[in-house]
């Protein structure tokens, strides 16, 4: 693996926590399943409002679709009341639309929050994600899982197998 996918990788680790790793969860429009990712942060993040991460993600989704194409999104904000970034990781048993560029459906979307002042970390952070989820095997592999913990576990030790 090159040294950017290994650094993307980690960045992944560094973003994620076990219950915040959801495997095969139903899909849904994007304001449901924002307001999914609202609440597992919520639910772990007690400086976090669910209607302000719901409507900060919708507004970003206003500007142009998230979504990379070949299945894949990567909804993002900044957030006044985010003390650091920090990722939510959905795969989907059934697709949903994002208004991909390739009007494929996704199933698998990393959501990110990052701090409002964190301009260019979040940039940083985006293109670190994009790169690693451009690769299919890594995209692959998060999708062949089958439980919360295998997704976060595939996710977040990427860099330390032979792939």
């Given at each position: 693996m090159s040294q950017d996918?290994?650094?993307?990788?980690?960045i992944v680790s560094d973003l994620l926590t076990p219950s915040r790793s959801l495997c095969q969860i139903p899909g849904?429009?994007?304001?449901?399943?924002?307001?999914?990712?609202?609440?597992?942060l919520g639910s772990e993040k007690d400086e976090?409002?669910?209607?302000?991460?719901?409507?900060?993600?919708?507004?970003?989704?206003k500007l142009g679709s998230t979504a990379l194409g070949n299945g894949i999104a990567i909804?993002?904000?900044?957030?006044?009341?985010?003390?650091?970034?920090?990722?939510?990781?959905?795969?989907?048993?059934?697709s949903g639309d994002f208004d991909a560029p390739d009007d494929d459906e996704v199933d698998l979307i990393f959501a990110l929050v990052v701090p409002s002042e964190a301009t260019q970390e979040h940039l940083n952070l985006l293109a670190d994600l994009a790169?690693?989820?451009?690769?299919?095997?890594?995209c692959d592999a998060l999708r062949g899982c089958t439980s919360?913990?295998?997704?976060?576990?595939?996710?977040?030790?990427?860099?330390?197998?032979?792939?």
């Amino acid at each position: 693996m090159s040294q950017d996918l290994s650094h993307a990788a980690n960045i992944v680790s560094d973003l994620l926590t076990p219950s915040r790793s959801l495997c095969q969860i139903p899909g849904g429009g994007k304001k449901r399943l924002f307001e999914l990712v609202a609440d597992v942060l919520g639910s772990e993040k007690d400086e976090f409002h669910p209607d302000e991460l719901v409507a900060g993600m919708l507004a970003r989704e206003k500007l142009g679709s998230t979504a990379l194409g070949n299945g894949i999104a990567i909804p993002h904000c900044r957030l006044n009341d985010c003390e650091t970034p920090c990722g939510v990781l959905l795969t989907l048993s059934s697709s949903g639309d994002f208004d991909a560029p390739d009007d494929d459906e996704v199933d698998l979307i990393f959501a990110l929050v990052v701090p409002s002042e964190a301009t260019q970390e979040h940039l940083n952070l985006l293109a670190d994600l994009a790169r690693l989820f451009s690769q299919p095997d890594f995209c692959d592999a998060l999708r062949g899982c089958t439980s919360n913990e295998s997704l976060f576990e595939t996710a977040s030790n990427w860099n330390s197998g032979s792939r």
